[in-house]
């Protein structure tokens, strides 16, 4: 069978991972070959198409192979009809559908045989390019080598479980989707170089353009099982995305809830916002007749994209209690947790739509121009973070660790007066890889600073035993250490209540007070036991860390 090869090169300049959309226009090329996304698509599609496209997008993101064979799907060769609308959707999904596809560049070949039928698609042949100085360069249809998409594959895989993991089951959708929306705004930050715009570099680098913030949220929607698609606007020069809830759809623009000030970096964790949250097609519209001035706000009456498909005609959220919250959301015990606009810690309920306060610790806590008596910033700057399982806030110069159970707060640390934060105040808290943050300034005008203030020491269960003891009252738990952990490690034991909920760690090998024993054991034993008192609080769990003796 003889083939023909052609080269697929401007039809598909889309499927750059580069920045496609941003807000700025200087600073981004623009695509002349930019084709609409045709969301009709979805139900009058041609079924032979449909299934060559899923067909395809699969062996790429399982294999990266060199050839991918299409012959079995009989797609007529006809550049104005079946072939382009093949490589129209085919482009499409891997825009606006697949952004964990990060490694694809803009450019493939494909081949068809002379009875008129595509057969290959071809990954592993470069292809000439006509750049933007007229100059002929090659481009390879894969832009890294399965290393390097492994690497970046990890990382991605790891965010993704790490956010997954704020979800808890008990949750409803709406909350679902308000963890993530939170979580992405107060762990990202807008990217004013306009460089990173893939799934991959915006985890990676923790920063990215409008499509990153956009891929990022549809990503996680798609591990939720939450529908969500992405909506691009090329005269808008932007993309945010939609949300079904309840049988409705709802537009959320989380790029333009993550807080930006004077078109800085400036980025405060305490500057949450949900102006975009939940809305529907026309109030978000109107927001374009009060944002003209505004440089970065997207011109959403000037074009609306594909009106007919996933229209968001409902505003049951336009009143919501949610719009109004400045502040980051955490989740602890089936509760969410916010400041309300007194700095009272509160819980939402959302079946009243109303705000709960349950702590006035910082309420009256102002924050001042550093040096300055007479006068004070309008706004609040305490965040509430979700670390080592414990709910942590701050006011000017303290750090707080909140108790869900009796509803009271308590310093956790207080840094007036070291010197090299003597002239700032604290305006908010993050969490990063295991570790929680302070972001300190002279005001919040300026770029926070960030102070590490305590690291988290991750828990690795090890299977164990309790068995009776030698002496009154007591027994042994016995537990087998991991082959990969050597050397000296701390070993804990899991403490209960009488209904099996856990409540903390009533043992630390470590010591030697309490009634208890250690076994010391070397690189060649695996068996440590612990002589316990108290045996009605304890469950046949020990836990061990990887962390050294200090």
């Keep these: 069978m003889h083939r023909k090869i052609l080269c697929l090169a401007l039809i598909c300049a889309l499927i750059s991972p580069t920045a496609v959309f941003a807000e700025n226009t200087d600073s981004v090329s623009t695509f002349d070959s930019y084709e609409q996304y045709d969301f009709s698509t979805f139900s009058n599609a041609d079924n032979n198409i449909d299934s060559a496209v899923?067909?395809?997008?699969?062996?790429?993101?399982?294999?990266?192979?060199?050839?991918?064979?299409?012959?079995?799907?009989?797609?007529?060769?006809?550049?104005?009809?079946?072939?382009?609308?093949?490589?129209?959707?085919?482009?499409?999904?891997?825009?606006?559908?697949?952004?964990?596809?990060?490694?694809?560049?803009?450019?493939?070949?494909?081949?068809?045989?002379?009875?008129?039928?595509?057969?290959d698609i071809i990954m592993n042949e470069p292809v000439d390019v006509i750049d933007s100085n007229g100059n002929i360069i090659q481009e390879m249809p894969y832009t890294m080598d399965k290393e390097e998409i492994a690497r970046r594959q990890a990382s991605i895989d790891k965010?993704?479980?790490?956010?997954?993991?704020?979800?808890?089951?008990?949750?409803?959708?709406?909350?679902?989707v308000l963890i993530v929306h939170d979580y992405i705004v107060a762990n990202y930050t807008y990217d004013y170089s306009y460089n990173s715009s893939s799934l991959d570099s915006m985890i990676i680098d923790k920063t990215g353009v409008c499509?990153?913030?956009?891929?990022?949220?549809?990503?996680?929607?798609?591990?939720?099982?939450?529908?969500?698609?992405?909506?691009?606007?090329?005269?808008?020069?932007h993309i945010w995305n939609k949300v079904q809830l309840d049988g409705e759809w709802y537009n959320i623009d989380v790029t333009h809830d993550d807080p930006k000030q004077n078109n800085t970096l400036i980025d405060y964790s305490a500057g949450n916002k949900r102006t975009h949250f939940l809305v529907s097609d026309n109030e978000l519209k109107s927001f374009s007749e009060k944002e003209d001035t505004d440089p970065l706000s997207c011109k959403y009456h000037y074009v609306w994209n594909n009106e007919d498909y996933c229209v968001a005609n409902d505003d049951s959220y336009s009143d919501s209690i949610l719009r109004s919250i400045n502040s980051l959301t955490v989740y602890k015990d089936e509760k969410f947790y916010c400041f309300d606009s007194d700095n009272n810690l509160c819980t939402i309920d959302f079946e009243k739509n109303v705000l709960k306060p349950v702590?006035?610790?910082v309420a009256d806590s102002k924050w001042l121009p550093y040096g300055q008596t007479a006068s004070m910033y309008a706004a609040s700057f305490s965040t509430p973070v979700l670390f080592d399982g414990d709910i942590y806030f701050n006011s000017p110069d303290k750090i707080y660790k909140f108790d869900t159970k009796t509803n009271k707060a308590e310093i956790f640390r207080t840094y007036d007066g070291k010197t090299d934060i003597s002239n700032t105040y604290f305006y908010g808290l993050r969490v990063i890889d295991n570790k929680m943050y302070a972001e300190y300034s002279e005001n919040p005008n300026n770029e926070p600073t960030l102070m590490m203030i305590a690291e988290s020491t991750p828990y690795l269960p090890c299977s164990s035993e309790i068995t009776d003891g030698t002496v009154q009252n007591g027994f042994f738990v016995t537990a087998d250490i991991p082959e990969d952990i050597k050397d000296t490690t701390e070993v804990y034991v899991a403490q209960y209540d009488k209904h099996g909920i856990f409540i903390g760690f009533a043992v630390n090998a470590a010591?030697?007070?309490g009634g208890q024993e250690q076994f010391v054991y070397g690189n060649n034993c695996k068996t440590i036991k612990i002589l316990i008192w108290n045996k009605y609080l304890l469950s046949p769990l020990a836990n061990v860390t990887k962390r050294e003796f200090n």
């Design 54 to 119: 899923e067909y395809v997008i699969a062996e790429i993101a399982e294999n990266q192979p060199d050839i991918i064979d299409i012959s079995k799907f009989k797609i007529p060769y006809d550049p104005h009809s079946q072939t382009n609308e093949f490589i129209s959707k085919f482009k499409n999904s891997i825009l606006f559908e697949h952004p964990e596809l990060f490694y694809l560049s803009a450019y493939f070949k494909y081949s068809y045989t002379y009875d008129g039928f595509l057969t």
């Design 159 to 176: 965010e993704t479980n790490h956010i997954l993991s704020l979800v808890d089951d008990n949750m409803t959708p709406l909350q679902e």
């Design 211 to 237: 499509q990153g913030y956009a891929y990022l949220f549809y990503h996680i929607m798609a591990q939720l099982d939450i529908p969500c698609i992405n909506v691009p606007s090329e005269e808008c020069r």
């Design 359 to 361: 702590c006035n610790t």
């Design 511 to 513: 010591e030697t007070d």
